[in-house]
């Protein structure tokens, strides 16, 4: 069983700057592949970003390339995401998920495991 809680939503103007924390408890970090998604109101769960488990493999959304970086570490059982050069349509309550592949991640959007979301309002 794993734990996650995410941290650092909030509100932002647009151009701004926020870093999401995901915080893991439970089972070895590093054997699942890390993943963000998002859920905008009115719309279905998007996904932004993944990392595998050894942290050599990124992976993004191309809404958010180039805009927004994920990292890991293990040692902290954290993955984080840095989300730079913010827009309004980045509005969204943001995930952290877990998964076994990266197949499950950012092809199935599906994650085994779940935070209960951080919310992020980027206002124009």
């Known amino acids: 069983q794993v734990q996650l809680v995410e941290s650092g939503g909030g509100l932002v103007q647009a151009g701004g700057s926020l870093r999401l924390s995901c915080a893991a408890s439970?089972?070895?970090?590093?054997?699942?592949?890390m993943g963000w998604f998002r859920q905008a109101p009115g719309k279905g769960r998007e996904f932004v970003s993944a990392?595998?488990?050894?942290?050599?493999?990124?992976y993004y959304a191309d809404s958010v390339k180039g805009r927004f970086t994920i990292s890991g570490d293990n040692a902290k059982n954290a993955v984080y995401l840095q989300m730079n050069s913010l827009k309004p349509e980045d509005t969204a309550v943001y995930f952290c998920?877990?998964?076994?592949?990266?197949?499950?991640?950012?092809?199935?959007?599906?994650?085994?495991?779940w935070g209960q979301g951080t919310q992020v309002t980027v206002s124009s």
């Open positions: 998920a877990a998964a076994e592949s990266v197949y499950n991640i950012v092809v199935r959007n599906w994650g085994k495991y």
């Open positions: 439970g089972r070895t970090f590093s054997t699942y592949v």
């Open positions: 990392i595998s488990g050894s942290g050599d493999r990124t």
